[in-house]
C-alpha cells in the first residue's frame, strides 16, 4: 500500500474516449475529459453541473463503458459508470458513441427521464432552450412504450419570483445544491421518496435570498420558471445580447444576457457557456443577483457589449442568431478519418418543398409560403 | 487496519446495521431480542479492533421495542464496567448508541445509513469514496450487519481456525436463515452450511416440510432481492446435483439457474401460490422503497409494478412480458446503488422460470381476475421430492 503511494503519478494522465487521445490533468472526471474534446463524443449531462460541489451522478445520462481501466489494470470494467462522478486514470480507454451497450443504456434512460414528464412543449415556457428537449431529440426514441396517467402536482409559487411546477422535474437536485450553496439558508429540498419525490420548500416557505434565482438557470427543464417572464415570450422569438453593470452585491459578477425584443428587456439571466452551465469569470462562477435578474428591466440599466455567441446545439441555435458557433465535428476524428457520407440533398430534387428553410434569414411566417406567381 | 484509508483525522466509527428490512428476513430481529449482549459483546471487541470510541447500532424503526431491549443491555454493560470510560482499567474508551430509522429500506444501505445518522435524507452516497475511507462524518467508517458482528464473539473464543472448521469450502462458520411461507415451522434457524435444500425444507429439525399437504412451487433462497428458483432448480442444480445450503452451492449456475444465499431469507412457496401475483407484490415493495434519487430506479420500478398490476388483474398484454424484461434489464446495473438491482431480479427471474404463468394470465383474463389460481396449468409436472 505505502509502496504505490510512493509511485510517480505522471503529471498528465492519458485518455482515450471513443478512439481520439488526450492528456489531461489527474483528478479530472471523464465527463470533463471528453468535453475538452467537444462535439459528439462528450456524453449529456443532465444532473452534473460542474459549479456545484457534490452534483451529479444522479440521471444516469452520462453511463460510458470502461475498455480498459488504466495502464496498470487494464481490465474492462463490468458496469457502465457514471462518466460525471468517475476521474479519469492514466491509460484509461473509454467508449461512449462507439459503445452500443452506452447507447442502449441511454436510450433507456431517456425513455425512464420522459416516462412522467408531460410531453407538451407547445405550452411549456421551457422551449426551446430545455435539455431534455434536447436530449430526447438526440438520443431518444421516436415513441413511448408508457401507457399509464402521468404523475402530476399542482403549480406553486416559491417566493414572489420564481415558479414550482413539479410535474415537469426530472429531480437532477441541482437547485437544491443551489439553495445549499448560494443562498444563506436553505428551506427548499426534497420530499418523498421513489416517483413521488418533489421539490419542495418546507412548509410552503417562500424563498427569500439574495441568489434564489440561479435556481431557474441551472434547471434543466421547465420545472423552475422566471415569473417576471413567464409566457411573455419564446426564447426564440427574443434576442439575446451580452450586458453589464456595476452591481452593488459583491458576490454578483454583474455580467449578464438580456433577452430582448426591440428594445424591451424581457429577462435577464446569466451567461452560459456551450454546455448550458452559467460562465465562468477570473475562475469564478457567474452567478448574478435577484435584483440583476428581477428587477433591471430597462435596457439604460445595462451597458450592452454586443450580441450574445449562441453555442449551444439546441433547438435555441434555430432562432437564426448572428453569432451562431456550431458544434465541433467530431465524427471523422472517432471513425478514423473514414467521415460520413451525404448521399443526396432532398432539397436538390424535390419538387414538394417550394422553400428550403436552411437558406431562410429568419423564423418562417405564412407570408413565406405564398404561392408566388410564375 | 490496512482497509482503513489514510485521512489525516483520527476519529473512526463502527456502525452496526440493524435496519433489516428486506422481506423474509428476520434473523437480526432475533438476535437482538434473546441474546442482545452477544452483540454488544461483539462491538466491543470490533470497536477497540477498530480504534472507534463512539459505535452506534442503526436500528430499523418498526423494532421499536428492541430499542428497549438493546438500550437495557448497553446500561447493564456499562453498569459492570464493560462499556465507558477505561473499560475495566484498560484505559480504552468505548460508547454504544442506538439510533432508530424511521422506516425506510434503503436506510439499510451502507451510505443511505450513514446519511441518515448524520440527520440527512436517506440517499446513497455516489461511491467511490467507500465508507471505509469517508463515511460517517466523513470519517473511516466500518458498516457490518448484526450477525455479522455478533459472529466476532465465537470467532474469538474458539480462534479463527477453530470457527473456520464448521461448514465448508468457503463457507464457513454457521449462518442464520429466517424461513418462512408455506412451511409446517417458520423461524430462525442456525445451520451449518453443509445440509442440503431438501433436508432443510423437509426435516422436523428444520422447516418440518410443506403446511397442509401442499407441493412445493418455488422458492426465494436469500430475501425478496435475490432470483426465485423454481422447485427442481432449487433441490437440484442444472447439473443435477444435489443443491446445499451455503454460498456457493445456492449461486450454482448463475443467474440462469441459479441463485443467492443473500441475506438469509428464507421463502418458500406452494402449489397454490401465484407468481404473478407474487411479483407484483414484490414489485410494489422496491417502487415504494426507492429513494427516488437515480432516474432508472425511480421511473423504472413505477413503470414495472404498474404493468406487473396489469397482468395481475387480467389487463395485461402479450407484449407486457417482453416490455417488462426490457425494462428490468435497463434497471439492472445502470443505478446508484444496487436497490435498482434488488428490483430487476425478481422479476428478471420470475419471467425466466415462470413465462408460461405469466402467459396463462394474459391468455386466462377472467380467472386471472377471479384470482383463480388453479396452478395446475403451471409447469408439469411439478417434482415431487422424496420426504425426509
Ligand atoms: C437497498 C439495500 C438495503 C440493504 N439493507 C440492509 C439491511 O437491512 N441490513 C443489513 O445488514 N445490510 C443491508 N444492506 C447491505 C449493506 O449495504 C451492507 O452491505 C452491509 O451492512 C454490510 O454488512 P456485512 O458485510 O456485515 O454483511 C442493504 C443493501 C442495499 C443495497
Ligand atoms: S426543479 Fe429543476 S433543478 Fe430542481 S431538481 Fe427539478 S429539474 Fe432539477
Ligand atoms: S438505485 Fe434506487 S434506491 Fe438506489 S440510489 Fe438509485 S433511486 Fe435510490
Ligand atoms: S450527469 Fe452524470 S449522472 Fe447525471
Known amino acids: 500500500m505505502a509502496d504505490e503511494v510512493k509511485k510517480e503519478v505522471p503529471a498528465r494522465f492519458k485518455v482515450t474516449i471513443d478512439n481520439i487521445t488526450i492528456e489531461v490533468a489527474p483528478g479530472t472526471t471523464i465527463l470533463n475529459a471528453a468535453r475538452q474534446i467537444g462535439g459528439d463524443v462528450t456524453p449529456p449531462a443532465m444532473c452534473y453541473y460542474s459549479k456545484l460541489q457534490g452534483s451529479g451522478g444522479k440521471c444516469r445520462t452520462c453511463l460510458v463503458e470502461v475498455e480498459a481501466g488504466s495502464a496498470a489494470d487494464p481490465r474492462p470494467m463490468p458496469k457502465l459508470v457514471a462518466s460525471c462522478r468517475t476521474a479519469v486514470m492514466d491509460g484509461m480507454v473509454l467508449k461512449n458513441i462507439t459503445s452500443e451497450r452506452v447507447l442502449d443504456a441511454r436510450a433507456g434512460v431517456v425513455e425512464f427521464l420522459l416516462l412522467n414528464h408531460p410531453l407538451d412543449c407547445p405550452i411549456c415556457d421551457q422551449a426551446g432552450e430545455c435539455h431534455l428537449q434536447d436530449l430526447g431529440y438526440e438520443h431518444g426514441k421516436e415513441g413511448t412504450r408508457y401507457e399509464f396517467k402521468r404523475r402530476t402536482f399542482e403549480k406553486e409559487d416559491i417566493g414572489p419570483y420564481i415558479q414550482l411546477h413539479m410535474t415537469r422535474c426530472i429531480l437532477c437536485y441541482r437547485c437544491t445544491y443551489v439553495a445549499d450553496q448560494l443562498t444563506d439558508n436553505r428551506v427548499h429540498g426534497v420530499l418523498e421518496r421513489r416517483d413521488h419525490a418533489e421539490i419542495s420548500t418546507y412548509i410552503s416557505k417562500a424563498i427569500d435570498s439574495d441568489f434564489s434565482g440561479n435556481m431557474i438557470d441551472v434547471c434543466p427543464v421547465g420545472a423552475l420558471t422566471d415569473k417576471t417572464f413567464r409566457f411573455k415570450n419564446r426564447v426564440w422569438f427574443t434576442k439575446p445580447v451580452d450586458a453589464h453593470r456595476d452591481c452593488e452585491n459583491p458576490k454578483c459578477c454583474g455580467k449578464v444576457t438580456l433577452w430582448q425584443r426591440g428594445d424591451d428587456v424581457l429577462r435577464v439571466t446569466a451567461r452560459k457557456d456551450q454546455w448550458g452551465e452559467v460562465q465562468s469569470f477570473d475562475g469564478k462562477p457567474g452567478w448574478i443577483c435577484n435584483t440583476c435578474r428581477f428587477d433591471k428591466k430597462h435596457s439604460n440599466d445595462w451597458v450592452v457589449e454586443g450580441p450574445t455567441k449562441v453555442s449551444r446545439h439546441s433547438v435555441i441555435s434555430q432562432g437564426h442568431y448572428i453569432d451562431m458557433q456550431m458544434p465541433k465535428e467530431i465524427m471523422p476524428e472517432v471513425m478514423g478519418g473514414r467521415a460520413p457520407k451525404l448521399l443526396m440533398d432532398i432539397q436538390d430534387i424535390s419538387e414538394v418543398n417550394s422553400v428550403d428553410i436552411g437558406l431562410l434569414p429568419g423564423p418562417a411566417t405564412s407570408k413565406t409560403f405564398e404561392k408566388k406567381e410564375q | ?388
Not at chain 2, 434473523?27 to 470490533?46: C, V, W
Not at chain 2, 471505509?132 to 473464543?157: K, S
Not at chain 2, 401465484?274 to 417502487?287: E, G, Q, S, W
Request: aromatic share 10%.
Open chain 2, 1 to 388: 487496519m490496512e482497509f482503513f484509508g489514510k485521512t489525516g483525522r483520527s476519529a473512526r466509527y463502527l456502525v452496526v446495521n440493524a435496519d433489516e428490512s428486506e422481506p423474509g428476513t428476520f434473523k437480526d430481529r432475533y438476535l437482538m431480542e434473546f441474546i442482545p449482549h452477544l452483540l454488544i459483546e461483539g462491538m466491543i471487541t470490533a470497536s477497540y479492533a477498530l480504534g472507534s470510541k463512539c459505535s452506534y447500532i442503526y436500528i430499523r424503526g418498526e423494532y421499536a421495542w428492541i430499542v428497549d431491549i438493546l438500550e437495557q443491555a448497553i446500561a447493564e454493560a456499562k453498569n459492570n464496567g464493560w462499556l465507558g470510560k477505561n473499560i475495566l482499567g484498560t484505559g480504552y474508551d468505548l460508547e454504544i448508541y442506538v439510533q432508530r430509522g424511521a422506516g425506510a429500506y434503503i436506510c439499510g444501505e451502507e451510505t443511505a445509513l450513514l446519511e441518515s445518522l448524520e440527520g440527512k435524507r436517506g440517499n446513497p452516497r455516489i461511491k467511490p469514496p467507500f465508507p471505509a475511507v469517508r463515511g460517517l462524518w466523513d470519517c473511516p467508517t466500518v458498516v457490518n450487519n448484526v450477525e455479522t458482528i455478533a459472529a466476532v464473539v465465537p470467532i474469538i473464543n474458539e480462534g479463527g481456525e477453530e470457527y473456520a472448521k464448521i461448514g465448508v469450502g468457503k463457507s464457513t462458520g454457521t449462518k442464520l436463515i429466517s424461513a418462512c411461507g408455506n412451511i409446517k415451522k417458520p423461524g430462525v434457524y442456525e445451520i451449518d452450511m453443509t445440509i442440503s435444500v431438501e433436508e432443510f425444507i423437509y426435516s422436523d429439525e428444520y422447516c418440518g416440510g410443506m403446511a397442509n399437504g401442499r407441493k412445493l412451487k418455488a422458492c426465494i433462497p436469500g430475501g425478496s432481492s435475490v432470483p426465485i428458483l423454481p422447485a427442481n432448480l432449487l433441490l437440484k442444480t442444472a447439473k443435477g446435483e444435489t443443491r446445499y445450503m451455503n454460498y456457493e452451492s445456492l449461486a450454482d449456475g448463475g443467474f440462469a439457474t441459479g441463485s443467492m444465499m443473500g441475506s438469509g431469507g428464507f421463502i418458500v412457496i406452494d402449489d397454490s401460490q401465484c407468481i404473478v401475483r407474487h411479483t407484483y407484490t414484490l414489485a410494489r415493495f422496491y417502487r415504494h422503497e426507492s429513494c427516488g434519487q437515480c432516474s432508472p430506479c425511480r421511473e423504472g420500478t413505477g413503470w414495472m409494478e404498474k404493468i406487473l398490476w396489469n397482468l395481475e388483474t387480467g389487463k395485461g398484454k402479450m407484449g407486457d412480458i417482453d416490455l417488462l424484461w426490457d425494462i428490468q434489464r435497463k434497471i439492472e446495473g445502470n443505478t446508484i446503488c444496487p436497490l435498482g438491482d434488488a428490483a430487476a431480479w425478481p422479476v428478471a427471474a420470475a419471467i425466466r422460470h415462470f413465462r408460461d404463468e405469466f402467459e396463462w394470465h394474459v391468455t386466462n383474463p377472467d380467472d386471472a381476475q377471479r384470482r383463480n389460481y388453479g396452478i395446475g396449468h403451471y409447469a408439469n409436472p411439478i417434482p415431487v421430492p422424496v420426504t425426509a
